[in-house]
């Protein structure tokens, strides 16, 4: 009995080394890789926005303000046809 239950723990621990070794860790490893690279990406998304910043620029096209408060401050109406289908 004494032979079955140790051949017993030795499958087991084979077991689990294999486990271990074969599926934790490059899950695990994978994991950290994706959060450094993601921890990367946001680092150079904010050095990126960091000038803008700094320069008063929001990010938005100067044309699209410009066409925006050109046509408020005209005042124009531009009337429209609903069509039902």
């Given amino acids: ?5 140790i051949l017993f723990y030795i499958f ?3 077991f689990l080394y294999k486990f271990v070794f074969n599926f934790l860790v ?8 994706v959060r450094r690279q ?23 096209p100067s ?3 410009g066409a925006t408060a050109s046509t408020s401050k005209s005042g124009e109406y531009i ?3 609903e069509v039902k289908e």
């Avoid at 009995?1 to 239950?5: A, C, K, L, T, V």
């Avoid at 490059?26 to 890789?33: A, C, F, I, N, Q």
């Avoid at 993601?38 to 938005?60: A, S, Y």
Wanted: charged share 25%.
């Fill in 1 to 5: 009995m004494s032979i079955f239950r």
């Fill in 12 to 14: 087991l621990a084979i």
């Fill in 26 to 33: 490059p899950v695990l490893k994978m994991s950290w890789r």
């Fill in 38 to 60: 993601i921890k990367e990406f946001q680092r150079q998304q904010q050095q990126q926005e960091d000038p803008l910043q700094q320069n008063g620029n929001t990010g938005r």
């Fill in 63 to 65: 044309s699209a303000n």
């Fill in 79 to 81: 009337d429209f046809e």
